[in-house]
Each structure stands twice: as C-alpha cells, then as structure tokens.
C-alpha cells in the first residue's frame, strides 16, 4: 500500500512539473464508465499507445495525428478520473520533428520509472548527473527538443540503461530505457 502511494504521489509530482493541464476538448469524457472510453476516443481520432497500472489506478496515453497532440487518461475503479494533455514523447512521438534522429528520445512501455533516483525528479538536472557519475554510469548520448533535454547513461558493470529529461534545468523523470545499446 506504501509503495503505490508513492507512486501516485510520484505521478501526480511528474504531472505537475509538466504544467499539465485538463484537456478540455475531452473533459465532457471525465466521470464516464471506462468501458465506454475506447470507442469515444477512437471516434475523435484517438489511438492507444500504451497502458501501466500502479496500484488501482491504470494510466493510458493516447495519440492524435490530426491534432498532433498527446493526452493521458487516468482511470480508477471502472471510471475515468482525468484526461490531462501531455507530451508527445509520452506517446512515443516526437511532436512536430520528424524521427529523424532515432528513436532514443521517446518515451516506451518499456520504460519504467527507476525508483533509486526518484528522490532527484523536480531537482537541479545537474544534481542527478553527478550522481550517475557517481555511481559509475556514464552518458552515451543527449538530445534537446522544445526546451526539453533527454540523456541516455549506461552503466558497463550492471547493463542497466537509463533515461533522464530535464525541463530548464530541472530533472522530469528518471526512467529504465533499452534504447542504449544501439548507441554503444
């Protein structure tokens, strides 16, 4: 019980260093039974990209196209909690840049949040790269896009690939990636 209340605390922490906000041209989908939520997003464009549950709660993210946009679904006890538009990284996309550059800046089912470093989200960036270091990980690879920085760091002894993104030199997220083998 302890460890999923952190995790929703975690969520909602993440959410709101990224300035979520209601996504109001589906907020009339709030309070509606979750069973009925596939077929409404669909018929306004929306396509499933992934889903994780943390405790009772089970977090969606869906993609539209047409409007290039990425929203999060939160669902609980058969009912739709929020919808909250997010970024297109959550939805494995790169908003308006083509994938060019690969694809070791999106965000994956794959990819799990890694709860070592947790204590470092909504810190100084820098702060969380020291300690990588520290703990012998060394960055394989960054990328920047609409203010946002992604930084790949591997660990040789362990195998363990992460993911960090900062916003404006404050760390977003610490996750698990799998994408650092293809950039050894």
């Given at each position: 019980?302890?460890?999923?209340?952190?995790?929703?605390?975690?969520?909602?922490?993440?959410?709101?260093?990224?300035?979520?906000?209601?996504?109001?041209?589906?907020?009339?989908?709030?309070?509606?039974?979750?069973?009925?939520?596939?077929?409404?997003?669909?018929?306004?464009?929306?396509?499933?990209?992934?889903?994780?549950?943390?405790?009772y709660?089970?977090?969606?993210?869906?993609?539209?196209?047409?409007?290039?946009?990425?929203?999060?679904?939160?669902?609980?006890?058969?009912?739709v909690?929020?919808?909250?538009?997010?970024?297109?990284?959550?939805?494995?996309?790169?908003?308006?840049?083509?994938?060019?550059?690969?694809?070791?800046?999106?965000s994956?089912?794959?990819?799990?949040?890694?709860?070592?470093?947790?204590?470092?989200?909504?810190?100084?960036?820098?702060?969380?790269?020291?300690?990588?270091?520290?703990?012998?990980?060394?960055?394989?690879?960054?990328?920047?896009?609409?203010?946002?920085?992604?930084?790949?760091?591997?660990?040789?002894?362990?195998?363990?690939?992460?993911?960090?993104?900062?916003?404006?030199?404050?760390?977003?997220?610490?996750?698990?990636?799998?994408?650092?083998?293809?950039?050894?």
């Open positions: 019980m302890k460890k999923s209340s952190l995790l929703v605390l975690l969520f909602f922490t993440i959410s709101a260093s990224f300035a979520q906000e209601t996504a109001s041209d589906l907020k009339d989908l709030v309070d509606m039974r979750a069973s009925y939520l596939d077929n409404e997003l669909e018929n306004r464009g929306y396509h499933l990209i992934n889903t994780e549950k943390s405790g709660n089970s977090y969606q993210n869906w993609w539209n196209s047409r409007k290039n946009k990425c929203v999060s679904v939160r669902v609980s006890d058969g009912r909690k929020s919808i909250v538009n997010t970024l297109p990284a959550d939805c494995n996309k790169s908003g308006n840049e083509s994938n060019r550059r690969g694809e070791f800046h999106h994956s089912e794959n990819e799990k949040h890694h709860d070592n470093y947790q204590t470092y989200v909504n810190g100084p960036a820098t702060s969380i790269y020291r300690k990588l270091q520290d703990d012998n990980f060394r960055e394989v690879k960054n990328f920047q896009q609409d203010g946002y920085t992604y930084k790949l760091w591997y660990h040789s002894r362990t195998k363990e690939c992460l993911k960090t993104v900062s916003y404006d030199y404050k760390l977003s997220k610490i996750l698990f990636s799998h994408h650092c083998d293809e950039n050894l």
